[in-house]
C-alpha cells in the first residue's frame, strides 16, 4: 500500500487490487483521416500525450499489474449503432463510412486499432465498446470482478467524453477512480481542465486526479 498525492487529497494505492484502464487510444481519434478529425478536431493533442501514456502502461506492466485497453468502434453490420448516434452532427465523415483509414470506428478496420506504440501486450484485456463508457454493453464489469479490481487508474482519450464517462460509470459501481492528468487529453484544453475540475470537486465526488509521476512514485512506493 502507499499514498499517492493526489488531488483533492491523498489516493490510498493498493497495487494488488488496481488496474489501469487506457481509453480509446485508437488511430480514428489521433489521426488525420479518422473520427476525430472527421468532426473537425485537431488530433495533434492526443499523439501529444502517448509517450506519457505509454510510460504509465510500462509502469504497470513492470510491477505486474494489469492493463486494460478499450476500443470505441461498432459491428460492422452497425446492428450496435443507434441511429442517433451516427446521424448526429455534420461530420465530414459518419461511423461505418469509408475514410482513409477504412470503414470509420468499426470493429477489426485499420482506424480503428489501437496505436502502435501503445498495443496491448498478449494476455491484456481488450475491451470493444458502442458506447462513450466502457461498461454500457462490454464485459467490461465481468473482467474487473475476475481479477478483484476495485482500484481503476485512468488515461486515455477524450478527457470529457469517453474518460470521464467511464470514470462516473466505474464510480457508480463503487470502484475508487484516479485519472492520471497528463496521461489523459482533449481536442478542447478548457474541457479537460474543466473536466478534470468536476472529477476531484465536492470531496472527490468522481474520483482523484494526479500526475504519471505521481502514480509511478505510488507503484514504486507500495
Ligand atoms: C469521443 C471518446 N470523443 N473516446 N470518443 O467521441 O472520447
Same mark, same amino acid.
Given at each position: 500500500m502507499a499514498e499517492i498525492d493526489a488531488l483533492p487529497f491523498a489516493f490510498v494505492f493498493r497495487p494488488e487490487t488496481t488496474a489501469l484502464i487506457v481509453i480509446d487510444m485508437q488511430r480514428d481519434f489521433a489521426e488525420p483521416g479518422g473520427f476525430g478529425a472527421s468532426l473537425g478536431n485537431d488530433v495533434s493533442r492526443v499523439t501529444a500525450i502517448v509517450p506519457t501514456v505509454k510510460r504509465l502502461i510500462e509502469g504497470f506492466r513492470v510491477a505486474g499489474l494489469p492493463v486494460i485497453h478499450t476500443m470505441e468502434c461498432h459491428r460492422p453490420d452497425l446492428s450496435d449503432l443507434p441511429p442517433a448516434k451516427r446521424d448526429r452532427g455534420d461530420p465530414s465523415i459518419r461511423i461505418g463510412d469509408v475514410g482513409p483509414m477504412g470503414r470509420v470506428l468499426i470493429a477489426g478496420e485499420p482506424g480503428t486499432a489501437i496505436l502502435d506504440e501503445l498495443a496491448p501486450r498478449r494476455g491484456e484485456i481488450v475491451i470493444e465498446k458502442p458506447g462513450k463508457g466502457a461498461f454500457y454493453a462490454? %464485459? &467490461? %464489469? *465481468?473482467? &474487473?470482478? +475476475? $481479477? @478483484?479490481? +476495485? =482500484? &481503476?487508474?485512468? /488515461? @486515455?482519450?477524450?478527457? !470529457?467524453v469517453c474518460v470521464q464517462t467511464t470514470m462516473r460509470e466505474a464510480n457508480d459501481r463503487g470502484y475508487e477512480c484516479l485519472v492520471a492528468e497528463d496521461a489523459t487529453e482533449s481536442y478542447f484544453p478548457e474541457f479537460k481542465a474543466a473536466a478534470l475540475a468536476m472529477i476531484r470537486a465536492q470531496g472527490a $465526488?468522481? @474520483?482523484?486526479?494526479?500526475?504519471? *509521476? =505521481?502514480? &509511478? !512514485? @505510488? $507503484? /514504486?512506493? /507500495?
Open positions: 462490454t %464485459s &467490461l %464489469s *465481468d473482467n &474487473l470482478k +475476475r $481479477i @478483484g479490481a +476495485r =482500484q &481503476l487508474v485512468f /488515461a @486515455g482519450v477524450t478527457t !470529457e $465526488i468522481v @474520483g482523484w486526479t494526479a500526475t504519471t *509521476d =505521481q502514480v &509511478l !512514485e @505510488g $507503484i /514504486a512506493n /507500495a
